[in-house]
């Protein structure tokens, strides 16, 4: 939380540091490492108060690619912590992943206390394991993930790497969070001429000319996702076929679904729907009214449940 100013700030920054270090390892215990990546990695963890499942995620300071100001900070903090305060300060979102903590420790940079459910996996793994899902599933996965995006957007929050392995979910009810903010952003309605994200779910401008806007950014990122859920696999994974925009379904998906994937995948920004849209495409509906009776079928179909 401080940078050296100055000799006569060393001792009261050395104290602080040390405050702070003895503060987290006093309220959490780390456990195995869940996974990592650019911007760090994420351990199991347990709060020790009440023994609430927790996920730590650790950020070196030298891999922070952007940096934000919070009030009554003295120093600057990852924009990720920023993004993710900002969505817990406005009452937060069941999709969202809520972040409980965060810690600045010396020589591990900054620890990120996050929620995590106790039986949970992330998409990227659940396709592997159980290959394509049933449209049902996806579509249940699909409007949980649009809904939460629209929280997301409406409170100045963009999140820039949309993908399987950024939702995870709960193997318990089938509900699903976005998680990792590393790549996010503030939203703005201006481009963006840089990006952090996964280059397979980048759309045609950002290849071509090294820019985007937020919404059909993410819009193409969502196609990808829902392509990948219903296929099994993404559906690009060159530049070329990134720019021609054609995406070529390898399994029986029914017209309606189709239709969504390659609105999303529309090679023109201005060509693809809003988030609003996309709830209101016939593919979206159509499911409305048999949730109930598809959850409980797909929930007990599924191997695995113990995870």
Not at 8 to 26: A, I, N, P, T
Request: with cysteine.
């Amino acid at each position: 939380m401080l940078e050296k100013r100055g000799a006569e700030l060393h001792l009261e920054e050395e104290e602080v540091r040390g405050k702070v270090k003895q503060s987290f390892f006093s309220q959490y215990r780390c456990g195995s490492l869940l996974g990592s990546g650019g911007f760090g990695s994420v351990f199991s963890g347990q709060r020790l108060s009440d023994g609430l499942q927790v996920a730590v995620k650790q950020i070196c300071r030298n891999r922070v690619q952007q940096w934000a100001r919070l009030p009554d900070e003295l120093g600057p903090v990852p924009m990720e912590i920023a993004l993710l305060q900002r969505l817990s300060e406005v009452g937060g979102h069941g999709g969202v992943v809520r972040l409980l903590d965060w810690f600045e420790v010396e020589e591990q940079g900054f620890l990120l206390v996050l929620e995590r459910p106790p039986q949970c996996q992330d998409l990227f793994d659940f396709i592997t394991e159980r290959g394509a899902l049933p449209e049902r599933l996806a579509l249940r996965f699909f409007r949980q993930i649009v809904e939460a995006l629209l929280f997301v957007h409406a409170h100045g929050v963009v999140h820039r790497d949309i993908k399987d392995e950024n939702i995870v979910v709960d193997t318990r009810t089938l509900d699903v969070k976005i998680v990792d903010f590393g790549s996010g952003a503030r939203l703005k309605e201006t481009a963006y001429g840089e990006f952090e994200g996964t280059r397979v779910y980048s759309p045609p401008e950002w290849i071509q000319s090294q820019s985007y806007d937020a919404v059909p950014l993410t819009v193409w990122s969502l196609g990808v996702l829902l392509f990948d859920m219903v296929c099994g696999d993404i559906p690009f994974e060159r530049d070329e076929e990134i720019i021609k925009a054609t995406p070529i379904f390898t399994r029986r998906v029914s017209k309606e679904c189709q239709s969504l994937i390659r609105w999303c995948l529309s090679y023109r920004p201005e060509e693809r729907p809003s988030l609003e849209e996309i709830l209101s495409h016939p593919w979206m509906e159509g499911g409305e009214g048999e949730e109930g009776g598809d959850l409980q079928e797909d929930h007990s179909s599924l191997p695995g449940q113990s995870l």
